[in-house]
């Protein structure tokens, strides 16, 4: 037995190994990484729920509500928590009107994934079918209502072109923004997009407990560990803009094409900014259809363009304020000096022709603004040479963005070093000829005509145009006021401003002018007309899309200037007879609202 | 006639039967705490087992086992039917054909209770045909069979934990036995070879997917790696005190996988900490201790290997759950004697504590025999 003894040692010693090997893995796995591995059961079974946090609003000058929020119900079935899928999705069907089978594929291939997680049903239900499912709760096991923030637009579609639509974060965004989440809304264009920072929220979040597959425990195990965050909702963007003027500035516009601009002359406040035709930013609010969305972006009439700040045409004479100011400056003309209209001028071998065949006769620069002598200003360019002209196109702003804040386009500042750059070529004398009329390679946007006009107007200040005015936080400190930002002084002295200013109150005063339709009872118009012609300067036709292009700018009152006004009407003609009076009714309804405002404050 | 001998009482073995009602304790709190989610079902039926364990026990115990000597080829006969009856009527569960439903009142499990016969019978065997020198392969045809029939049917059904721990037990037992080197040399290559075409030919998916999650458990973490990851998240969050009585989360929101049977070990782990893992580990040491000594002052060869084999039965067990709990060794469904949740396995465990209790109070009566059942 003797041997067994020594066989019985060894299975002793055997017995000591392993157990001191099961001991010191534990002590491994308890001591030395307990904390480690408690970290790891934390975060299984704590499951986060984030809270949304709502958008921040986007309103007038005044406080009006431009863009809001509301509570939106969703419908959501937890496919663990169903007895009876046919109950519930045949239930469900009828309540929503929706396809039975989807409803009853939907939960089904979730099941076989053995989840708890919810699936999405149906987003934003209303009213009677909330009322319909509250009711039957008990009814209907594994059916939850959850609540989202959805956008609003109290007024339609106004405003929709600068105030932009939401939709589905792109993998670029939620790149750049770690605040933002999958599947997310966020501002695609407008301010939505430009202050998309400022108006999203913090996300606050809710943990809870969960068991192993995912479900939520209803008793009381482990609420010590959980922790919540509340939503910060985002900040509110407070524009420059008063809605009742961008009312009338989109009811005027009507079907027509185009885009009207007004702008605080002082300020570079943006007051109404009409782009037609736009678009229903509601259609947006849940992620747009597909079939919607194709719609909007093969529509020939380009409703998703801004164009009052992208759309790009030539100025036609609005522009002649730029060659006037270049060149009085540029002493190569000046008042006194009367130049020969014969209805044409001739460089070299070409012809260039005056609007009006007859001829203007003997003009000075006052009438020639007044009456909008082309022959004039051709002469004038072929004196001052296309390399002073385009140093102050330059210098209104022209051929670059804004920087308003919102999609623009910069459009072009025809010189010799552009044409070189862009076409290889050397630049023409008889493109000089007609750059100085707004034709050629000239093109410009409202915003751009209406920046020149202010500047123009306040004293040669060229301004950054403003569309915020303010932002407010959720508790009401004001997180930024806008204050005007000069982007350059136009290089002329203020005499010769004032002459200018002078031709342009002639423009809508005079009983020659060529914008006496933008008259008003007991305040003195500015203005200047502006006809763009679209395909070359002999076409002749009646198909609409090759009529020009009508143009009047303006401001007012013109002895202490306080808002410009632009319009441009596609195709619409001649800028006389169809810009200037709906330039006259914007400023006629600025000013009965500034006089209404002055009564409400003296009230 | 049963004649009782008042020494039998005096000779109890008074410190495993202590041992074992600690165990019985800590086994049926630790089901508490796991099953008390689940409204306690288990916990309750356990109990019975538990109680039914102990009488089990103690009747084992003042059974001679010489009568068990006498008849432990017709106890392995027994068992063999037993395993042919689940083959044919047992009740499938979870793919393996391993149990059987009595009168739907308790299931059984054959395959747990062959283990106690199958050392019987090699302790028998060896007793008859004792050789003092090294025994070669050919001495070994015998046992080896006999170890194969009930292993092929337990690998019929399949269990593959059960079959695992009677290649080990029975292998320890021959070990002990002695045998040629080169001998040891060829049942290694044969088992080589045998897990080789096993891998390729005979093992399921899901037992290959159990192998490949052991050597690389993050592989695939919601699957067949789940079970290991998470019974080591359990048992290292527990840290070194443990996060108290129903208060594991990982057990208590069901992260770990048959808590209540296979991973018992880890429920206790999370709750109780290092100090009540080590302490379950101790209490295990000190039972195979216990009958590995029993064994050493064994007055025959029977005896003797008898309690090695339940000792190695018990060893094995606790090596190979605790270890596949803690992450050392691939999952395997091998339960922790007493410990984890299940009649059968319970069972089993008593009757062999029960087994070496006996003998532990007959090491003093060498020649005459107070009990005598004939």
């Known amino acids: 037995m003797q041997d067994f003894r020594n066989r019985l040692l060894i299975a002793t010693v055997i017995l000591g190994l392993a157990f001191l090997v099961l001991g010191s893995r534990l002590w491994y796995l308890q001591v030395l990484r307990g904390d480690e591995f408690a970290e790891f059961s934390r975060e299984n079974h704590i499951r986060v729920e984030r809270i949304p946090a709502p958008r921040g609003r986007i309103l007038d000058r005044y406080g009006k509500e431009l863009v809001v929020n509301r509570t939106s119900f969703d419908v959501y079935v937890i496919p663990k928590d169903v007895n009876d899928v046919d109950h519930i999705s045949s239930s469900l069907s009828q309540v929503l009107s929706l396809d039975k089978n989807h409803i009853d594929n939907n939960i089904r291939s979730a099941l076989t994934k053995r989840s708890f997680k919810p699936v999405l049903i149906a987003k934003d239900i209303d009213r009677d079918q909330l009322a319909y499912i509250e009711a039957r709760r008990s009814s209907l096991p594994g059916v939850i209502i959850e609540i989202n923030n959805l956008r609003q637009y109290p007024h339609g579609s106004l405003g929709a072109p600068f105030l932009g639509y939401i939709g589905k974060v792109s993998e670029a965004e939620l790149k750049n923004n770690p605040k933002i989440n999958n599947n997310d809304l966020v501002g695609k264009t407008g301010v939505e997009k430009g202050w998309e920072t400022n108006l999203r929220g913090d996300d606050g979040y809710i943990q809870k407990v969960t068991d192993a597959l995912g479900r939520e425990v209803q008793s009381t195990l482990f609420l010590e560990d959980l922790q919540n965050k509340k939503s910060m909702p985002g900040n509110d963007v407070v524009l420059t803009i008063d809605i009742e003027l961008q009312k009338a500035a989109e009811e005027i516009l009507g079907d027509q094409s185009g885009a009207i601009v007004a702008v605080n002359v002082s300020s570079g406040e943006i007051l109404a900014l009409a782009s037609k035709p736009s678009f229903n930013p509601a259609d947006f609010i849940k992620g747009i259809d597909s079939k919607t969305w194709s719609n909007l972006v093969n529509d020939k009439s380009s409703p998703l363009l801004n164009r009052a700040t992208q759309g790009l045409y030539a100025p036609g004479s609005v522009f002649k304020m730029v060659p006037s100011v270049a060149a009085l400056n540029e002493g190569v003309v000046d008042q006194e000096e009367y130049l020969h209209c014969p209805g044409y001028h001739k460089v070299g071998n070409s012809t260039f022709r005056c609007w009006k065949r007859g001829g203007h006769g003997w003009v000075n620069l006052r009438g020639a603004i007044v009456k909008s002598c082309d022959v004039y200003f051709y002469k004038i360019a072929e004196r001052m040479g296309i390399d002073n002209l385009s140093k102050y196109i330059r210098a209104f702003g022209f051929g670059s963005v804004t920087g308003v804040g919102i999609e623009e386009r910069a459009g072009i500042s025809p010189s010799r070093q552009w044409k070189l750059k862009r076409f290889n070529k050397p630049w023409y004398k008889g493109e000089t000829i007609v750059s100085s009329i707004g034709q050629g390679y000239v093109s410009v946007t409202p915003t751009q005509v209406a920046m020149m006009t202010s500047a123009v107007a306040n004293g040669g200040t060229l301004l950054k145009p403003a569309i915020v005015k303010e932002i407010v936080s959720y508790s009401g400190e004001k997180e930024f006021r806008h204050a005007s930002i000069v982007s350059g002084k136009i290089p002329v002295e203020m005499e010769m401003l004032e002459l200018i200013k002078d031709a342009l109150v002639g423009v809508v005063n005079d009983p020659d002018g060529t914008g006496r339709a933008a008259r008003i009872k007991d305040m003195t118009v500015a203005g200047k007309t502006g006809t763009a012609q679209v395909v070359s300067l002999d076409a002749q036709s009646d198909q609409r899309k090759h009529r020009d292009h009508a143009w009047f700018t303006s401001y007012a009152p013109a002895e202490d200037p306080e808002i410009a006004v632009t319009v441009l009407i596609e195709h619409g003609g001649k800028g006389g007879a169809v810009a200037a009076p709906i330039a006259r009714k914007i400023l006629e309804v600025y000013k009965t609202l500034k006089e209404e405002r002055k009564a409400d404050d003296n009230v | ?374």
């Open chain 2, 1 to 374: 006639m049963i004649m009782f001998d008042r020494r039998l009482i005096k000779n109890f073995g008074w410190s495993l039967f202590l041992m074992t009602l600690a165990f019985s304790f800590v086994s049926l709190l630790n089901l508490y705490s796991a099953s008390y989610e689940t409204g306690l079902v288990s916990f309750k039926k356990q109990i019975v087992w538990v109680g039914i364990g102990i009488v089990t026990l103690v009747s084992v115990s003042f059974l001679n086992y010489r009568f068990l000597k006498q008849h432990a080829l017709h106890i392995y006969c027994g068992a063999i039917l037993l395993l042919l009856f689940v083959l044919v009527f047992g009740k499938e569960v979870a793919g393996s054909k391993s149990w059987i439903d009595i009168a739907s009142l308790a299931t059984i499990q054959p395959s747990e209770l062959v283990k106690i016969a199958i050392i019987l019978v090699l302790a028998r065997f060896y007793d008859n045909d004792y050789q003092a020198a090294p025994y070669g392969f050919l001495d070994l045809i015998k046992p080896i069979i006999l170890i194969a029939i009930p292993l092929v049917l337990v690998m019929l059904q399949p269990d593959l934990g059960t079959a695992l721990t009677i290649v080990l037990v029975s292998g320890s037992i021959v070990l002990f036995m002695g045998i040629k080197k080169w001998s040891v040399a060829f049942i290694l290559i044969a088992i080589i070879g045998v897990s080789f075409y096993s891998w390729h030919y005979s093992l399921k998916p899901y037992q290959k997917d159990r192998i490949s999650t052991f050597i690389n458990p993050s592989s695939d973490p919601l699957n067949a790696g789940y079970n290991a990851i998470q019974s080591q998240i359990a048992v290292g969050s527990g840290g070194v005190t443990g996060k108290g009585l129903r208060s594991g989360s990982q057990t208590q929101l069901r992260f770990i996988p048959a808590q209540q049977t296979d991973f018992a070990f880890s429920v206790l782990a999370e709750e109780w900490g290092f100090l009540g893992g080590i302490s379950l580990l101790l209490l295990y040491f000190m039972i195979i201790l216990w009958m590995l000594d029993t064994s050493s002052r064994a007055k025959d060869r029977f005896s003797m290997l008898v309690s090695f084999g339940i000792a190695a039965m018990f060893f094995w067990h606790t090596v190979v759950n605790v270890g596949m709990v803690i992450g050392l060794l691939p999952v395997t469904g091998v339960p922790l004697l007493i410990f984890s949740y299940g009649g059968s396995s319970t069972l089993t465990a008593m009757i062999g504590i029960g087994i070496v209790l006996g003998i532990r109070m007959r090491k003093f009566s060498m020649s005459a025999d107070p009990i005598d059942l004939k």
